[in-house]
């Protein structure tokens, strides 16, 4: 029992620093319930200089006039008659509404340089940064058409943009990071193949030595066999029994397993002998081989082409105004280029084409306009529309080879051109 009172028992020190530490564990968990009364008397603070900021910074996003009766800010709010904001139910206007920023009355923008995301940045923000309304509007366009920025240096995808307003802007350009997984589904969506839709496949007895391109179509075919298949017949070959169509180059053996049922070949009619008259054997004579000929390809008229071993009228018309449109050839292997040309007859005839000396039909790059471009198979519309807003933009071409310089043309579509353009 006294070992027990013993341990029990404080000196007066340990005694205080009890006594000491139990005060201070009430005043702990006392105080903050008390502290409140003795601030409360504590002046609120005054935001009346930082609602002055705030209001002067919207004072300066003052959205431009649109007609006579409202305008669209960039929180997509609209000001009518009254001077009231109301919300804008139509989100998807076009670009084009917009107009430039108002000027001063020295004739100047104003321009304050902010942080900003080119891929939400508004029209009104983007002229405020000192971009011109016009390389606005394309940068707008370019979002609006699928385009996207991940980098600062993506700002110099956009057309017209000069090299100074990149420089002013770089440090200001604030683009949040993209998750890798959607950034390679946005670069992988322009190079994705069109799908066709999958066709209706139609069954019913065909004749391989009569059907259209359009029946075989049917028939659950693809484009090049049924193609195929017509060169065959066009090159004076034919379908004897139903085993011949095996013959067809690129056709599948499930398909042909799948449209066997369904051929039917219409046989040759051979007159029948009376049984009165003596039989004399029909001897078929051999049919005359292909007679050897060299087609100079840039003089060659429809009916020269048709001397070639697979080439019928419709084969020969389309080459000659494939050519034309190309201004004549300057290599053999453009010959292949001719839609519907299957690489096997091309091979077949390679050996009998010759690259005769005709002058090339040159297009002059400084004097050409946009129809004039798109005129010839290897530039379409859009890459016309480039090249004369380039020239619009940075002068006459000096040499040929400044296309180069033109994004929309490639390093290998350039040198398919070259032999046709002249800047003279």
Do not use: C
């Not at 000027?103 to 029209?123: C, D, E, I, Q, V």
């Not at 529309?385 to 380039?390: D, G, L, N, Q, S």
């Amino acid at each position: 029992m006294d070992a027990w009172k013993d341990q029990l028992h404080f000196t007066r020190s340990e005694r205080n620093g009890v006594i000491a530490l139990s005060v201070l564990i009430v005043l702990t968990f006392f105080f903050p319930h008390v502290y409140i009364y003795f601030m409360s008397n504590e002046e609120p603070t005054d935001f009346t200089e930082f609602k002055a900021e705030v209001e002067a910074f919207y004072d300066s996003y003052e959205p431009p006039e649109k007609g006579d009766s409202y305008a669209y800010n960039s929180r997509n709010y609209y000001k009518d008659s009254d001077d009231n904001y109301k919300r804008n139910s139509n989100k998807n206007y076009s670009s084009s509404y917009y107009k430039k920023k108002e000027k001063t009355a020295s004739g100047k923008r104003k321009t304050r340089l902010f942080p900003f995301n080119p891929n939400t940045a508004t029209y009104q923000e983007l002229t405020t940064l000192g971009l011109s309304g016009k390389t606005a509007n394309i940068l707008i366009n370019f979002r609006e058409k699928g385009g996207k920025f991940y980098k600062k240096e993506d700002l110099k995808k956009v057309y017209g943009l000069q090299e100074s307003d990149y420089e002013r802007l770089r440090n200001y350009v604030d683009i949040p990071a993209t998750p890798k997984a959607e950034k390679v589904a946005f670069e992988s969506k322009n190079e994705t193949p069109i799908i066709e839709k999958e066709r209706e496949i139609v069954y019913f007895p065909f004749d391989p030595n009569t059907a259209t391109f359009g029946e075989l179509m049917k028939l659950g075919v693809s484009k090049k066999v049924a193609n195929n298949i017509i060169n065959y017949r066009e090159s004076g070959a034919q379908f004897r029994q139903k085993e011949d169509l095996q013959k067809i180059y690129s056709l599948e053996t499930e398909d042909y397993i799948r449209l066997e049922p369904y051929i039917s070949i219409i046989p040759v009619e051979v007159e029948k002998i009376p049984k009165n008259e003596p039989i004399t054997q029909v001897i078929e004579k051999p049919k005359p081989k292909p007679v050897y000929v060299n087609i100079n390809i840039n003089s060659a008229t429809p009916e020269d082409w048709q001397k070639l071993y697979g080439i019928g009228p419709k084969y020969s018309e389309r080459i000659v105004k494939y050519r034309n449109a190309l201004g004549g050839f300057h290599s053999i292997n453009q010959v292949s280029e001719v839609y519907g040309l299957a690489d096997s007859t091309f091979q077949n005839i390679r050996p009998q084409l010759q690259l005769d000396s005709y002058p090339i039909q040159q297009i002059n790059l400084n004097t050409s306009n946009q129809d004039d471009l798109k005129k010839h198979p290897y530039i379409d519309w859009k890459k016309a529309k480039t090249i004369i807003a380039y020239r619009d933009n940075h002068g006459a071409f000096s040499a040929v080879d400044d296309l180069k310089k033109v994004r929309a043309i490639s390093g290998e579509l350039f040198e398919k051109l070259k032999p046709y353009l002249t800047v003279e």
